[in-house]
């Protein structure tokens, strides 16, 4: 069984439609959740870092911890086509090692 | 601020060659670099940690022989793909950290190196 868990899409949404990702893990010993998106030939830039249960708003991101389903999320409300990326969770115990999902493909059309 | 550039962006090399990838911090100082490797529609995967100054740290199943990590300087980690062959096509990606970071948890990543061995 993989560390972290993600549908890979890909996803397509009209513009102004709220997007939601998600991802699952394994691991209960978890307790760092992170965003990441990823552009083309890119590496990979930080959304948004969570730590333990609970619910963070940064602008139009909203990311979601459910430690007790293993199971997080990612809201983006008001989507943009410039939002069209692969978005990458990544989860931790310690920061010594980050353990990733596979990515999901966005794209917003116009 | 907080940039990571890799070079080459993209190579093409001969089975049974060898190739290097270097990783630099542009702005800041890195005690920590990671390598990971990435196939297609699959997860980041960790193949090593390094730390300026000291030996790098592999992860299981990656060959340390094979795979050739040096952190010489805070800004620059290079990575040594050996006798590669076909099936270490992949693309190579560096993050670094900085060493007084309150935010333990940012890792700042390189674009990217794209190796193809034909």
């Known amino acids: 069984q993989k560390e972290v868990e993600q549908d890979p899409g890909p996803l397509s949404v009209p513009e102004g439609a709220i997007v939601s990702l998600n991802c699952t893990y394994s691991?209960?010993?978890?307790?760092?959740f992170m965003w990441y998106r990823q552009y083309s030939r890119k590496g990979p830039e930080l959304l948004m870092y969570?730590?333990?249960?609970g619910n963070k708003e940064d602008g139009r991101f909203t990311a979601q911890v459910d430690k007790s389903s293993k199971y997080i999320s990612l809201f983006i409300r008001d989507s943009q086509p410039s939002d069209s990326a692969t978005y990458l969770c990544a989860m931790s115990d310690n920061f010594n090692k980050f353990y990733f999902g596979s990515g999901t493909k966005l794209n917003v059309k116009p | 601020g907080a940039v990571v550039s890799q070079h080459p962006s993209r190579v093409i090399c001969k089975s049974g060659t060898s190739v290097k990838i270097e990783c630099r911090s542009l702005d800041f100082q890195a005690t920590t670099m990671f390598w990971y490797r990435q196939f297609p529609k699959q997860s980041l995967m960790l193949m090593a940690t390094s730390n300026e100054g000291s030996k790098a740290t592999y992860e299981q199943g990656v060959e340390k022989d094979k795979f050739l990590i040096n952190h010489a300087s805070l800004t620059l980690s290079t990575l040594t793909v050996t006798s590669a062959h076909p099936e270490d096509s992949s693309f190579y990606i560096c993050?670094?950290?900085?060493?007084?970071?309150?935010?333990?948890?940012?890792?700042?990543f390189g674009p990217g190196t794209r190796l193809t061995v034909t």
């Open positions: 993050s670094a950290r900085q060493p007084t970071q309150v935010r333990t948890y940012e890792q700042y």
């Open positions: 691991n209960s010993a978890f307790q760092y």
């Open positions: 969570t730590y333990s249960s």
